[in-house]
């Protein structure tokens, strides 16, 4: 039971790259988001799906895309990627009960 | 919008110290109120609050809720250099993915 895997773990870019970050999970739960963590600004939320099929905004949109053909993965795109977007990136998993798992990170950085 | 605002923002203190963490929040339709620790990668879980008065306690650590006066503590007891992390204070908004986060709050314990 793998809970919530990310990769890559690391990757640097150059700007205007694109590229996935992918996110799985095996614990059958609907609620997936991406987030995004800077120093001195918290995590704050890319996009979030409430199941497959759907997806929706979250506080920091813009330069990234999701999916959700399945309930398992929910990859993150970056379209062209920005210095402005070298960050860590967390996926997490979201129990009905409201609690929510972490995926280990992908620490970006972009050039 | 949700808000999350948690005080201080770092905090240097001895082993054996005691410490407490400040959460404060403004939130539509309140379901819960969590706490995570943040080491050197994912956020982990520590505690889910919904009612206000009733401690939950794992360890050295322990949190309230007060739901009148919109904010959670946490506490540590008997501080230990492993202790040292960023804490961090979410609710759930209305939509049913979003977790609205504060900054965090990072803890240096020192020998």
């Known amino acids: 039971n793998a809970g919530v895997t990310q990769t890559p773990k690391f990757q640097v870019l150059k700007t205007g790259q694109s590229m996935t970050l992918q996110c799985a999970q095996d614990?059958?739960?609907?609620?997936m988001s991406w987030y995004r963590q800077d120093p001195g600004m918290g995590l704050r939320l890319i996009h979030y799906?409430?199941?497959?099929?759907?997806?929706d905004q979250g506080e920091v949109p813009n330069g990234y895309n999701v999916s959700r053909s399945t309930t398992e993965d929910f990859p993150l795109r970056l379209l062209s990627a920005a210095p402005s977007q070298t960050s860590v990136y967390f996926c997490?998993?979201?129990?009905?009960?409201?609690?929510?798992?972490f995926g280990p990170g992908t620490r970006l950085t972009v050039t | 919008e949700d808000k999350v605002v948690q005080s201080p923002l770092s905090l240097v203190v001895h082993e054996g110290d005691t410490v407490t963490l400040n959460c404060s929040y403004e939130?539509?339709?309140?379901?819960?109120l969590l706490w995570y620790k943040q080491e050197k990668k994912a956020p982990t879980f520590l505690f889910m609050l919904?009612?206000?008065?009733i401690e939950k306690k794992s360890g050295r650590l322990s949190s309230i809720l007060d739901k009148k006066e919109l904010f959670s503590i946490l506490n540590i007891t008997a501080t230990q250099t492993g202790d040292s992390a960023i804490y961090l204070c979410?609710?759930?908004?209305?939509?049913?993915?979003?977790?609205?986060f504060g900054k965090g709050i990072t803890l240096s314990v020192r020998p």
């Open positions: 919904t009612s206000s008065g």
């Open positions: 997490a998993v979201r129990a009905p009960s409201y609690e929510q798992y």
């Open positions: 614990m059958n739960h609907e609620y």
């Open positions: 939130v539509t339709n309140f379901r819960s």
């Open positions: 799906s409430v199941g497959a099929g759907i997806t």
């Open positions: 979410a609710v759930p908004g209305r939509a049913n993915s979003k977790l609205t």
